[in-house]
């Protein structure tokens, strides 16, 4: 079972960066195939970026590919969302997702969420 907490949102100026984290505190993250899904004002929860569990491969939604990468630290049983260029589009709550068994990741396959964290993009 996933205990997962997100951190690291905040306000940047379009153009910027930030480096979200989502911890487990269960540990037992290592197992999981996590991922990042955002969710703006009005619109529904949309997938962002995953990886397996192994670390080796990834998937990024095309409006984020060549911004934002995904990486993990089993050992610190973290997964990150490094999110570059960010633009005003990509203002919204970032939620950290698990899930068991390898890629891909769907929101309706997802079995652990985080309770999300806040990124604004100003321009």
């Known amino acids: 079972q996933l205990t997962l907490v997100e951190s690291g949102g905040g306000l940047v100026q379009a153009g910027g960066s930030l480096n979200l984290s989502c911890v487990d505190f269960?540990?037992?993250?290592?197992?999981?195939?996590m991922g990042w899904f955002q969710q703006a004002p009005g619109k529904e929860r949309e997938f962002v970026a995953a990886?397996?569990?192994?670390?080796?491969?990834?998937r990024l939604a095309d409006n984020v590919r060549g911004r934002f990468s995904i990486a993990r630290d089993n050992a610190k049983s973290t997964v990150y969302l490094l999110m570059s260029n960010l633009q005003s589009d990509d203002t919204a709550l970032y939620y950290c997702?698990?899930?068991?068994?390898?890629?891909?990741?769907?929101?309706?396959?997802?079995?652990?969420w985080g309770q999300g964290t806040q990124v604004t993009v100003s321009s």
């Open positions: 990886i397996d569990p192994s670390g080796e491969m990834t």
């Open positions: 269960g540990r037992t993250l290592s197992v999981y195939t």
């Open positions: 997702a698990g899930k068991g068994g390898g890629l891909p990741m769907s929101r309706a396959g997802v079995d652990y």
